[in-house]
């Protein structure tokens, strides 16, 4: 119904700026809710950011928050996570989330397969 593809991960060093963009293609992208998880090695996905469906209201888990910002392009049909002061616990697979519900959860929605994000120190 709503296929996600990841871009714009890579090796960057601590301090530095990435912004991830996420492509959606299906049917009614405007009405879903979107979003970021990640998976770094061993742990549990773990909440990035969100985004309402109008781009009205966002939020954003607390490791985050002040350097990220999410934000999203529905004549494009991408939603984005500029990521800036990027630290070495940053580092792990940012999956996108499309779900009509709100909140995002971990095991609702579509998801997308992910893009790495490495920082080194």
């Known amino acids: 119904q709503v296929r996600l593809l990841e871009s714009g991960g890579g090796l960057v060093q601590a301090g530095a700026s990435l912004r991830l963009s996420c492509a959606a293609s299906g049917r009614t992208f405007s009405s879903y809710a979107m979003g970021w998880f990640r998976q770094a090695p061993g742990k549990e996905r773990e909440f990035v950011a969100a985004i309402t469906w109008s781009g009205g209201y966002t939020n954003y888990a607390n490791s985050v928050k002040g350097r990220f910002t999410i934000s999203r392009d529905n004549a494009k049909n991408t939603v984005y996570l500029q990521m800036n002061s990027l630290k070495p616990e940053d580092t792990a697979v940012y999956h996108c989330?499309?779900?009509?519900?709100?909140?995002?959860?971990?095991?609702?929605?579509?998801w997308g397969q992910g893009t790495q994000v490495t920082v080194s120190s």
């Open positions: 989330v499309a779900d009509s519900n709100w909140p995002l959860r971990v095991g609702s929605g579509f």
